[in-house]
């Protein structure tokens, strides 16, 4: 149970385009989602906590207006990056807090993104 | 939320049982220990937590000292596919801050 389903699990962009990425809690309702930017050989790092119904909190230094969150129903949250550029290129992994695991966190499979 | 301090690699033989050990000499006493691991170029999974009592599951098992300034994460009977990095975390409010982990590595 508990699992989080997050799409597309690899995508190619051109510099200037923008691309969303979705997760989907597909068996608990998920109202606070997670999203985490992961460069080669680095750990995961926060960028912003997405609120159903409310708007998205950002972490220092990320750019609201680059990466639009979306988290229009309790299973469905949407990550834009808007206008990407070749240094956006990351592994970007989406996570929901689970009720049962004592709150613990469960995990997409991560959305390999490179813009070329 | 805690800050935690795990080696940055270690080795273990295939079969045999894994420790990762954690130091969390700053846990306040509503803090929880997770443990976390990420096998290359996949999101985290969740493998276990702890108040305070020793935990066991069907992944591992979890010893917390009395003094809960750290722990070890037991991987009784490691196999190939448990080679991943293994992130120990305080996790007290909401945000879920991850480290470096350390990077485990089971050889045949």
């Known amino acids: 149970g508990a699992v989080v389903s997050q799409h597309p699990s690899r995508v190619i962009c051109k510099s200037g385009t923008s691309v969303k990425i979705e997760c989907r809690s597909l068996d608990f309702q998920a109202t606070t989602m997670f999203w985490y930017r992961q460069f080669p050989k680095q750990s995961l790092m926060l960028m912003a906590t997405?609120?159903?119904?409310?708007?998205?909190t950002y972490e220092q230094g990320v750019e609201k207006d680059k990466f639009l969150i979306n988290h229009a129903s309790l299973t469905l949250s949407t990550l834009t990056v808007t206008s990407a550029h070749p240094e956006d290129s990351s592994f970007y992994i989406c996570s929901a807090r689970v009720r049962e695991w004592g709150y613990g966190y469960t995990f997409g499979s991560g959305t390999r993104l490179t813009v070329v | 939320d805690a800050k935690t301090t795990q080696p940055p690699s270690m080795d273990c033989a295939e079969g045999r049982a894994a420790n990762l050990p954690c130091n969390h000499s700053?846990?306040?006493?509503?803090?929880?220990v997770y443990w976390y691991r990420q096998i290359h170029s996949q999101g985290p999974q969740y493998i276990i937590h702890?108040?305070?009592n020793n935990e066991t599951n069907e992944m591992a098992s979890l010893i917390i000292t009395e003094d809960r300034k750290s722990s070890t994460l037991i991987l009784p009977h490691a196999t190939l596919r448990d080679t991943a990095v293994y992130y120990c975390?305080?996790?007290?409010?909401?945000?879920?801050?991850f480290g470096q982990g350390t990077r485990l590595t089971i050889n045949p």
């Open positions: 702890g108040l305070k």
């Open positions: 700053t846990i306040s006493g509503n803090e929880y």
């Open positions: 997405s609120n159903e119904g409310s708007k998205a």
């Open positions: 975390i305080v996790q007290g409010a909401q945000k879920l801050v």
